[in-house]
Each structure stands twice: as structure tokens, then as C-alpha cells.
């Protein structure tokens, strides 16, 4: 359980950009330990790898880009990101012909579906911890987020806030590592039905349909079927997180508060952690070899 992952073979998922509403295919190939996640852009020839890490977010407005030096970019990778989370996948080498992963339903379902019927790959070496020592805070406006120590797990306490009554204010709080998170990855993006035109007015949200987004026009739910769980707002919302903190090229251990934030908060506070070396600890987890003042064995088996 507590050994780096891969995809045991290449997993292939079609589909459609979000925003550039252009068709994409997605290959998840197997990768070394100790690799990470890579993404790698078929469609060009060189200069053409581009690695999920909190420097490298170019854009992270409505979707969260990644960009190399090169201003090679993949976009729309959160949930993707959140669904390898998930799984305990540490390495991967992700070929796209696009520079947009495709949207699917608008969560991580598919992704875990399609990933858990190729099946997964354990190795041979420890998976890598990054732990928060203290308390970090990064606030913009209205928005806050912050992270702080937690023995073994991770704590994502996320709140929403909105002027729409049908989506007001909702809160949940999600123990990552020790629940079971398909309602988080089963929730939608979503979106209000005033906000499609002008998105699309400013060459967003081509691809967006009611196959892939949850519309809310007033006091309504225009998708036939409404919700998928009662917090599915916020539920997505932490979904996003999830794929998010990933960036940090580990597993985190820590406790996330976070009151209407989004990719971008979430990337600012990514780099205000990595901005002093005292402000987390690098683990690599052997069973045998287990430092006490992380946390006991029997709870850590979860972290994977
Ligand atoms: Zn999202």
C-alpha cells in the first residue's frame, strides 16, 4: 500500500475539450518509479513535455494550464490530476494530441473507471510524503485558504459561497486518505446559465454542454436528473482541490481550510509553502523504518 503506483498498462480515453471544444485522446502509459506525472503532447514534435508542478501553472482562472519553458501547455488537467490522486498513482506518462484534457462528464469518474478496468501497478519503492510543519495562510479579497499539520492525513474543510440561492452556501469536509470519495470524484463542474454566453463570448467553454456541466439557471438544475449527491457543488470544488494539490509532486499530509478559493488559490498557496524549507518536511515512507513522530503504522497504511 504504501509503494509508488503506475497504470499497469497504456489506459486510452476520448473525448472533448472544455473550453476549445476540440476532439482529444489521451493515452496513460505505465512510467518508472519515481518519475511522477508527465504529460507529453503528441500533436508536436519537440520540446513537447510538460511536468504538473506548482511552478509550472500558467493559468489556473477557470481550469488549472500547465505550461513548460518552451510555452508548450496542457490545460484542464485538475481532474484528471484529482482522479490519479485518488488512485494512489504516482508515475504516469500522459500522451495528449490536444492541448486540453478532455472534460468527460465534468468529474473524475471516468477517469477512475477506465483506469481501474486497465488496473493499477504496485513497485517496490516508498512512496513520498511532503508534511506541513506550520500554519500557512494565503487570503485574496473575499477568498481564503490555509494549510496546517495533521498527524497522517488529509483534511480538506472547503467551503462555498454563492449569491444563487440554489447553490448558496455549502460546506464540507472530506478526510481524503481514510473516506470513501466517490461522491467527490462523481461531482460536476458547474456553472450559471447567465455566465455560458459570456464565456463562450470571450472563446470559453466550447466544449460545455449538460453532458458535462451542471447548469443553474435561477432556482433551477436545467440537467435532466438534477444532482448527483446533495453537496455535489462543493463536493466538485474539492475534487478540484484534490487534483490541485497534487501539483506538489507528493501526498500531502495536512489540514486544508479553504473558504470560495479555486485552482488559483490553491496554487498560491502551494508556492507560499514551498517558499521557506521550514514550513514542511520530505517523508519517504518504509514500512520498517517508520519515524514515530510521523504518526503509528496501522493509520499510515492509508496513505497511498
Ligand atoms: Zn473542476
Redesign the pocket.
Known amino acids: 500500500m504504501l509503494n509508488q503506483k503506475t497504470v499497469s498498462n497504456t489506459v486510452t480515453i476520448n473525448g472533448t475539450g472544455l473550453h476549445n471544444g476540440k476532439k482529444v485522446t489521451i493515452n496513460i502509459l505505465p512510467a518508472l518509479p519515481n518519475s511522477g506525472i508527465q504529460f507529453k503532447r503528441i500533436d508536436i514534435e519537440k520540446n513537447n513535455i510538460i511536468t504538473p508542478t506548482v511552478y509550472n501553472v500558467t493559468n489556473a482562472t477557470l ?1 488549472t494550464t500547465i505550461s513548460n519553458e518552451y510555452g508548450v501547455k496542457v490545460s484542464t488537467i ?2 484528471l490530476m484529482a482522479a490519479l490522486f485518488g488512485l494512489g498513482i504516482d508515475n504516469a506518462l500522459i500522451e495528449i494530441n490536444n492541448d486540453e484534457v478532455p472534460i468527460l462528464d ?1 468529474s473524475a469518474k471516468i477517469f477512475i473507471e477506465k483506469i481501474k478496468t486497465i488496473g493499477i501497478k504496485e513497485s517496490n519503492t516508498p512512496i513520498k510524503i511532503i508534511s506541513i510543519n506550520k500554519k500557512i495562510t494565503y487570503k485574496e479579497e473575499n477568498k481564503f485558504i490555509s494549510i496546517e499539520p495533521s498527524k497522517t492525513n488529509l483534511l480538506i474543510d472547503f467551503e462555498i459561497k454563492y449569491q444563487n440561492s440554489l447553490i448558496g452556501t455549502q460546506r464540507n469536509l472530506v478526510d481524503v486518505y481514510n473516506s470513501n470519495l466517490s461522491e467527490i470524484y462523481d461531482s460536476r ?1 458547474f456553472c450559471l446559465y447567465e455566465d455560458v454566453k459570456k464565456l463562450q463570448d470571450m472563446g470559453l467553454a466550447l466544449g460545455g454542454s449538460l453532458d458535462n456541466a451542471i447548469v443553474v439557471k435561477d432556482n433551477e438544475i436545467i440537467n435532466i436528473g438534477g444532482l448527483r449527491n446533495e453537496k455535489e457543488f462543493v463536493n ?2 474539492i ?2 482541490c484534490i ?1 490541485d494539490l497534487f501539483l506538489s509532486g507528493y501526498k500531502v499530509v495536512g489540514k486544508i481550510v479553504c473558504s470560495q478559493g479555486g485552482h488559483k488559490l490553491t496554487n498560491d498557496l502551494l508556492r507560499k509553502v514551498y517558499e521557506d524549507k521550514k514550513n514542511f518536511s520530505l517523508y519517504e515512507i518504509k514500512e520498517k523504518t517508520l519515524s514515530n513522530t510521523l504518526i503509528d503504522k496501522v493509520s499510515l497504511r492509508s496513505i497511498a
Open positions: 481550469c485538475e481532474h465534468g463542474t466538485h470544488k475534487l478540484d487534483g
